[in-house]
């Protein structure tokens, strides 16, 4: 059974950069697409990122495009999520989600839907923008 975990959250700076990481074990990553999702405190749980498969043309939400980048290192069955010039908004724990039904090049449609039925689900990792 695949389990991920999330690491890298920290307290940054408006216009600092972190790089989130999701590790996966049991499993190999190589069989799923992974989303991330962010949750703020009072806020619905909100899907960011989705690279497929194969790892290219990651998906993003129009909040963190051209901020954030999701790429995969297979030899390490992680992805990563580097973000960079990073607001206040951008606070809350960030989730990662593994989806096997999602063919090779694509995320599936509903991919930053908190309700997709991913397969399985990290245990979140916190990032706080703050002075």
């Known amino acids: 059974q695949l389990q991920l975990v999330e690491s890298g959250g920290d307290l940054v700076q408006p216009g600092g950069s972190l790089r989130l990481a999701c590790t996966g074990s049991?499993?190999?990553?190589?069989?799923?697409?992974i989303a991330w999702f962010r949750q703020a405190p009072g806020k619905e749980r909100e899907g960011i990122s989705c690279?497929?498969?194969?790892?290219?043309?990651?998906n993003y939400a129009d909040s963190v495009k051209g901020r954030f980048t999701f790429t995969r290192d297979y030899v390490e069955n992680t992805v990563y999520l580097q973000m960079n010039s990073l607001k206040p908004e951008d606070t809350g724990v960030y989730y990662c989600?593994?989806?096997?039904?999602?063919?090779?090049?694509?995320?599936?449609?509903?991919?930053?839907?908190?309700?997709?039925?991913?397969?399985?689900w990290g245990q979140g990792t916190q990032v706080t923008v703050s002075e």
């Open positions: 049991g499993v190999s990553l190589d069989y799923y697409a």
């Open positions: 989600a593994a989806d096997r039904r999602a063919l090779y090049y694509y995320c599936a449609g509903s991919w930053s839907d908190p309700l997709y039925k991913y397969d399985s």
């Open positions: 690279i497929s498969r194969s790892g290219k043309d990651p």
